[in-house]
């Protein structure tokens, strides 16, 4: 896999600093121990109050310094990727935030951190430090395991433990509650991949069909592999287990944590798939969706809970100043505000005509048959949703069919130019109700078919700024309108295929997403709306 960075050996420092250069200025700091010993710690701390101490391996960001700020960690102690800090490190950071009140390092549950930050409290202690250590172990992946993996549940215990220490509570009430959170805390993660380490060969474990389930945060193997399937039905096994896992009854909160390469918009379906489950009813909180516990590159996600009570609640809500906590929200349903309904006057009662019936669905079935191909086509020249975009206007038009006015086809026209800027999106999908709705006024003028089309084509032309040569659908629409006046549909159908084929040696794209793509990605690729329009003209003439 292919990564963005300069050395191998400094992608770390130079993360870190572009952290403390992007974040407000003030909030952040780093000391002066680059590059062996990477400590990012609050700029306004003066070690009056407890402080809250955690880290581990690189790789998890924004996990842990974007964490780090009043209310939340005090300061992170980074290793390199995947790998725990330094003891050194660790008590250089101790020593660095620490007062009077002492502090509370908070350790995922890992043997590297748990050495390393075990033997730095120890060191500290003996210089008279006070310390407290918390591990968290709250991954439930392995049930039969001794030491189960401290995951993004780890989150919880840093806003719970920050909360306290800013309202300056002493360090035995700060340190009990965390314990008392890790006892409360479960998490299960699924991914599509592992991840890959930025200057290191990549071999994926996982087949195209798989993917897997309980995997850890490194990229360790999970507890089983599990076949590719919908979100829904992923998402029910989750929190299947995850119920089964919950520390008795009563309210939790939910963390839904990206792994870091899963799309914005999956992040989103799954969030609204997690609330519609079995968990929900079990969720008065919400955090996320978003990056904050990743594995680099994973393209995968977590859920994690803990059981909540009054203190807690207030803890996970208050305000922080940290760069990366998402603010926790109170669970609630979709707002959902009416639109403001077409008058009755401008609808055109339906109508049945079998010829225009079988016509429109024959076209809209071979479209729907394309999509894939068109895709395709589309992914050479363009962004690759061509296909999908059609075949989305064509299924509209199928479920609308019965109530289209068949009989009338000015009203059939407009109709279908409504349904299309509706549904279709894209440029194509105005363009092509531009020319249903101007086809529609034309007819409704001079009851000429074909007259009417090249008046739609003439609008379509003039808003969208294409012509014939610019390698567009209008390469095919454009001849296959004049042959169709000229001389019936069989002509029309030659024409459109003939002017579909020419873009396949059209070097440049003047219009549409092609014209941002350079000749040599172009040649000898058809323009696939083009060929979409060649296809519906084949359809209506009898040729498919």
């Given at each position: 896999?292919k990564h963005?960075?300069?050395?191998r050996?400094n992608?770390v420092?130079?993360?870190l600093?572009g952290?403390?250069?992007?974040a407000?200025?003030g909030n952040?700091?780093?000391?002066?121990?680059?590059?062996?010993?990477?400590v990012?710690?609050?700029?306004?701390?003066d070690?009056?109050?407890?402080?809250?101490i955690s880290?581990g391996?690189?790789?998890?960001?924004?996990s842990?310094a974007?964490?780090?700020?009043?209310?939340?960690?005090?300061?992170a102690?980074?290793?390199e990727?995947f790998?725990s800090?330094s003891?050194d490190?660790?008590l250089t950071a101790?020593?660095a935030?620490?007062?009077?009140k002492g502090?509370?390092?908070?350790?995922?549950?890992?043997?590297?951190?748990?050495?390393?930050f075990?033997?730095?409290?120890?060191?500290?202690r003996?210089e008279?430090f006070?310390?407290?250590m918390v591990?968290?172990?709250?991954?439930i992946?392995l049930?039969?395991i001794?030491?189960p993996?401290g995951v993004?549940?780890?989150l919880?215990?840093h806003k719970?433990?920050?909360?306290?220490?800013?309202q300056?509570?002493d360090?035995?009430?700060?340190a009990?509650?965390?314990?008392?959170?890790?006892?409360?805390?479960?998490?299960?993660?699924?991914?599509l991949?592992?991840?890959s380490?930025p200057?290191?060969?990549h071999a994926e474990r996982?087949e195209?069909?798989e993917?897997?389930l309980?995997l850890?945060?490194?990229?360790e193997?999970g507890a089983?592999?599990?076949?590719?399937?919908?979100a829904r039905?992923?998402v029910?096994t989750?929190?299947?287990r995850l119920s089964?896992a919950?520390?008795g009854d009563?309210?939790?909160a939910?963390l839904?944590?990206n792994?870091?390469a899963?799309p914005?918009?999956?992040?989103g379906?799954?969030a609204?798939?997690v609330?519609?489950?079995?968990l929900?009813k079990?969720v008065?909180?919400?955090?996320?969706?978003?990056?904050?516990m990743?594995?680099?590159?994973?393209?995968?996600?977590s859920?994690s809970?803990i059981?909540?009570?009054d203190?807690r609640k207030a803890a996970l809500t208050?305000?922080?100043g940290?760069?990366a906590?998402i603010?926790?929200v109170?669970?609630?349903g979709?707002?959902?505000l009416p639109?403001?309904?077409v008058?009755?006057?401008?609808?055109?009662a339906a109508?049945?005509?079998?010829?225009a019936?079988?016509?429109i669905?024959?076209i809209?079935?071979h479209?729907?048959s394309?999509?894939?191909?068109?895709?395709?086509?589309?992914g050479r020249?363009?962004?690759?949703d061509?296909g999908s975009?059609?075949?989305?206007?064509?299924r509209s038009?199928l479920?609308?069919?019965?109530?289209?006015?068949l009989?009338n086809?000015a009203?059939?026209?407009?109709?279908i130019?409504s349904?299309l800027s509706t549904?279709?999106?894209g440029?194509?999908?105005?363009l092509?109700?531009?020319f249903?709705?101007g086809?529609?006024?034309?007819?409704?003028?001079?009851?000429?078919m074909?007259?009417a089309?090249?008046?739609?084509l003439?609008?379509?032309?003039?808003y969208?700024g294409?012509?014939?040569g610019?390698r567009?659908?209008v390469?095919?629409l454009?001849?296959?309108?004049?042959?169709l006046?000229?001389?019936?549909?069989a002509?029309a159908?030659?024409?459109?295929?003939a002017?579909a084929?020419a873009?396949?040696t059209?070097?440049?794209?003047?219009a549409g997403r092609?014209?941002?793509?350079g000749?040599r990605d172009?040649d000898?690729?058809?323009?696939?709306?083009a060929m979409?329009?060649?296809?519906?003209?084949?359809v209506?003439?009898g040729?498919?």
């Open positions: 896999m963005f960075f300069n050395r050996e992608i420092t130079e993360a600093d952290l403390l250069q992007t407000p200025a952040l700091a780093r000391l002066d121990t680059y590059p062996d010993i990477k990012v710690l609050r700029g306004d701390w070690k009056a109050k407890v402080a809250v880290g391996g690189a790789g998890h960001e924004p842990h974007g964490f780090v700020g009043k209310g939340m960690l005090t300061a102690v980074s290793g990727i790998a800090p003891v490190a660790v101790i020593r935030v620490t007062g009077p502090c509370l390092l908070i350790v995922k549950n890992y043997t590297g951190d748990r050495l390393n075990g033997l730095a409290a120890e060191k500290a003996v008279g006070r310390v407290e591990i968290v172990a709250d991954d992946a049930p039969d001794a030491q993996r993004a549940g780890t919880f215990v719970i433990a920050g909360h306290l220490a800013e300056d509570a360090l035995e009430t700060v009990a509650a965390a314990h008392s959170a890790t006892r409360d805390i479960v998490s299960l993660g699924v991914s991949s592992s991840c380490i200057g290191q060969a996982l195209a069909d993917g897997e309980g850890g945060i490194h990229g193997p089983e592999r599990i076949a590719l399937q919908e039905s992923i029910a989750m929190s299947e089964r919950l520390p009563g309210h939790y939910l839904i944590n792994l870091g899963v914005p918009i999956e992040m379906l799954i609204h798939t609330l519609s489950s079995l929900a079990r008065t909180l919400t955090i996320g969706p978003a990056p904050m990743t594995a680099l590159n994973m393209n995968g996600f859920l809970l059981r909540l009570d203190e208050s305000p922080v940290s760069h906590w603010p926790a109170e669970r609630h979709v707002t959902v639109a403001i309904a008058p009755a006057s401008e609808s055109v109508s049945h005509d079998p010829a019936d079988r016509l669905a024959a809209c079935d479209l729907l394309l999509e894939a191909e068109l895709n395709h086509l589309d020249a363009g962004d690759g061509t975009t059609v075949a989305t206007g064509s038009v479920a609308q069919i019965e109530r289209l006015p009989k086809i009203a059939t026209l407009s109709s130019g349904i549904s279709m999106g440029s194509s999908g105005v092509l109700s531009i249903f709705t086809a529609a006024k034309a007819y409704s003028d001079t009851k000429d074909a007259g089309l090249l008046a739609g003439e609008r379509m032309t003039f969208g294409a012509g014939v610019d567009t659908m390469d095919a454009d001849p296959a309108l004049r042959a006046k000229a001389g019936g549909l002509a159908a030659s024409a459109a295929r002017g084929d873009t396949r059209m070097k440049k794209a003047n092609a014209s941002y793509v000749e172009l000898g690729v058809p323009d696939p709306g979409a329009v060649a296809a519906v003209f084949e209506a003439a040729l498919r």
